[in-house]
T-cell receptor, first 115, second 112 residues
């Protein structure tokens, strides 16, 4: 059973550019969530995808968008990068979208630096 | 906004029990308490969760007070590898999805 894998592990972009981060879910999981973790802070929820549809979103602007594919892998896209977008971006997968059940399995993250 | 309060940091001697407290005074009746930890430069790792009753697994025990306003995570025999940031999280259900609201966590340092 493979775990959650993310790519790339590190990348550097400049302000105004666009970035795409990728995530492969753990086998058998159909739900993917994305989190942003700024240095020294806890992760903040960006959005969640279930069966290729976004079904929940945190307090992030529309320039943060995502996709989930039929094989349940996912992408996070960020347009018009700002300096404050520098963070560790975490992907987490789960086998259920149910009330208060199911643990999340996190990947190692993609560390984005915006210059 | 985070709905839990944890101490910023704690120390523990190797081999001793580590008891990490968490306050969640505004928890709703159908919200679970989750504990995750994050070792430096890694993604968060699930430890345990519970609703009302005390829970135990191979990693830890979770003690929830009767009024559910606070809980304690217990690592029975801490090792150096347990040094990490520990997050106490109240699971929120809203609009048909489940999101975890992380606070700042407790930085646990286990020393020899």
């Amino acid at each position: 059973e493979t775990g959650v894998t993310q790519s790339p592990t590190h990348l550097i972009k400049t302000r105004g550019q666009q970035v795409t981060l990728r995530c492969s879910s753990q086998s058998g999981h159909n739900t993917v969530s994305w989190y942003q973790q700024a240095l020294g802070q806890g992760p903040q929820f960006i959005f969640q995808y279930y069966r290729e549809e976004e079904n929940g979103r945190g307090n992030f602007p529309p320039r943060f968008s995502g996709l989930q594919f039929p094989n349940y892998s996912s992408e996070l896209n960020v347009n018009a990068l700002e300096l404050d977008d520098s963070a560790l971006y975490l992907c987490a997968s789960s086998s259920r979208v149910t009330l208060n059940t199911g643990e999340l399995f996190f990947g190692e993250g993609s560390r984005l630096t915006v210059l | 906004d985070a709905k839990t309060t944890q101490p910023t940091s704690m120390d523990c001697a190797e081999g001793r029990a580590a008891n990490l407290p968490c306050n969640h005074s505004t928890i709703s009746g159908n919200e679970y308490v989750y504990w995750y930890r994050q070792i430096h430069s890694q993604g968060p790792q699930y430890i345990i969760h519970g609703l009302k009753n005390n829970e135990t697994n191979e990693m830890a025990s979770l003690i929830i007070t009767e009024d559910r306003k606070s809980s304690t995570l217990i690592l029975p025999h801490a090792t150096l590898r347990d040094t990490a940031v520990y997050y106490c999280i109240v699971s929120v259900f809203s609009g048909g999805y489940n999101k975890l609201i992380f606070g700042a966590g407790t930085r646990l340092a286990v020393h020899p």
